[in-house]
């Protein structure tokens, strides 16, 4: 029993190991990932030796002098000056020697890094990621895409309490604080989707505000910007009523849509703007499939399919109103 717990508890332990897992920090896939690896690496060594020597003294001293029979008790020692400053000075030493290569890149993780830098600014919300691009003027929400090959400076923040922006292969984590600018360089080596999920306890759901990175060439990256910057085809007669009754315009922006304000880098909404709903893979702080039935089921009740979210409607809609619904927002590409 004991022995068949253990293997499986050991069979977990080397799964996060695999080099297959979605978000796996000691698998980088980028150049700043990668400076977080090799320190870890070097600070992971020096932790080994330092745990083989202090538990290997304390395994000895218990066996050297373990009570025996007809043994009395050892000379009774207090205080050994050479000995004091010999176990204050090492450790000192030690933790200096992890410190400096710590700090160093720590800071050097949260600078601009030189060269052709794509900024972003990233805030967070319970339970959403906001994204700006600041220099190409788009807003979007929970998929982060970058150019791969080329470093990205995020700049964070939050509207509410502390999130964390973690994306494993990609970058260290860094915490988004509310009133203050905390910031991270990432660069995906290749195209492809990278991982990322709130790493700061925030709420009832904080497990569910997670986010993706599309890296992608930088034409591809380009044709992307250039759609986001178009306005939505407006809505339909009957959509727009649906949206003014449900009171949308209150938390989303919708750019091209009568009622709504446009989307506009630098201010912040309660809600995810929704002029390229369509065009995400997910929705929700990236925890849905973006299909007519995740949809559905969202607009139904979205407190019960994300507990906590600010998404309150004031009416439950009619199935003809969320029909009607999804097939507008889901057109919106
Ligand atoms: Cu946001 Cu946890």
């Given at each position: 029993m004991?022995?068949?717990?253990?293997?499986?508890?050991?069979?977990?332990?080397?799964?996060a190991?695999?080099?297959?897992?979605?978000?796996?920090?000691?698998?980088?896939?980028?150049?700043?990932?990668?400076?977080?690896?090799?320190?870890?690496?070097?600070?992971?060594?020096?932790?080994?030796?330092?745990?083989i020597?202090?538990?290997?003294?304390?395994?000895?001293?218990?066996?050297?002098?373990?009570?025996r029979?007809?043994?009395?008790?050892?000379?009774?020692?207090?205080?050994?000056?050479?000995?004091?400053?010999?176990?204050?000075?090492?450790?000192?030493?030690l933790?200096?020697?992890?410190?400096?290569?710590?700090?160093?890149?720590?800071?050097?993780?949260?600078?601009r890094?030189?060269?052709?830098?794509?900024?972003?600014?990233?805030?967070?919300?319970?339970?959403?990621?906001?994204i700006?691009?600041?220099d190409?003027?788009?807003?979007?929400?929970?998929?982060?895409?970058?150019?791969a090959?080329?470093?990205?400076?995020?700049?964070?923040?939050?509207?509410?309490?502390?999130h964390?922006?973690?994306?494993?292969?990609l970058?260290?984590?860094?915490?988004?604080?509310?009133?203050q600018?905390?910031?991270l360089?990432?660069?995906?080596?290749r195209?492809?989707?990278y991982?990322?999920?709130?790493?700061?306890?925030?709420g009832?759901?904080?497990?569910?505000?997670?986010l993706?990175?599309?890296?992608?060439?930088?034409?591809?990256f380009?044709e992307?910007?250039?759609?986001?910057?178009?306005?939505?085809?407006?809505?339909?007669?009957?959509?727009?009523?649906?949206?003014?009754?449900?009171?949308?315009?209150?938390?989303?922006?919708?750019?091209?849509?009568?009622g709504?304000?446009?989307?506009?880098?630098?201010?912040?909404?309660?809600g995810?703007?929704?002029?390229?709903?369509?065009?995400?893979?997910?929705?929700?702080?990236?925890?849905?499939?973006?299909?007519d039935?995740?949809?559905?089921?969202?607009?139904?009740?979205?407190?019960?399919?994300?507990?906590?979210?600010?998404?309150?409607?004031?009416?439950?809609?009619?199935e003809?109103?969320?029909?009607?619904?999804?097939?507008?927002?889901?057109?919106?590409?």
């Amino acid at each position: 029993m004991a022995v068949g717990a253990g293997l499986a508890v050991a069979a977990l332990l080397l799964a996060a190991c695999s080099e297959d897992l979605p978000q796996n920090a000691l698998d980088p896939e980028g150049p700043f990932a990668r400076k977080a690896d090799v320190l870890w690496d070097g600070v992971f060594w020096v932790a080994v030796a330092v745990f083989i020597v202090v538990e290997g003294l304390l395994v000895y001293v218990l066996f050297r002098f373990r009570h025996r029979p007809g043994r009395g008790m050892p000379s009774q020692v207090h205080g050994n000056r050479r000995l004091e400053i010999a176990w204050t000075i090492l450790p000192a030493l030690l933790l200096a020697g992890v410190a400096f290569p710590t700090l160093g890149t720590l800071f050097e993780l949260s600078r601009r890094p030189p060269g052709n830098v794509l900024d972003v600014e990233v805030t967070g919300h319970q339970f959403w990621w906001e994204i700006n691009y600041p220099d190409e003027e788009v807003v979007a929400a929970n998929e982060l895409h970058i150019p791969a090959g080329r470093p990205v400076f995020v700049r964070l923040t939050s509207v509410d309490v502390v999130h964390s922006f973690w994306i494993p292969k990609l970058a260290g984590k860094q915490d988004l604080r509310p009133g203050q600018e905390t910031s991270l360089a990432l660069q995906a080596d290749r195209p492809g989707l990278y991982l990322g999920q709130c790493a700061e306890y925030c709420g009832a759901s904080h497990a569910n505000m997670r986010l993706r990175v599309f890296a992608q060439s930088q034409q591809d990256f380009d044709e992307w910007v250039r759609r986001q910057r178009r306005a939505a085809p407006p809505p339909p007669q009957e959509v727009m009523q649906v949206m003014q009754s449900a009171g949308c315009a209150g938390c989303h922006t919708l750019a091209g849509a009568e009622g709504f304000a446009e989307p506009q880098v630098g201010t912040s909404t309660i809600g995810p703007d929704l002029t390229h709903f369509g065009e995400r893979t997910t929705f929700a702080g990236a925890i849905l499939r973006n299909s007519d039935q995740n949809l559905r089921a969202w607009l139904r009740d979205p407190l019960a399919v994300k507990p906590g979210n600010d998404m309150v409607l004031p009416r439950r809609l009619s199935e003809a109103e969320i029909e009607a619904l999804v097939a507008y927002l889901r057109s919106l590409e």
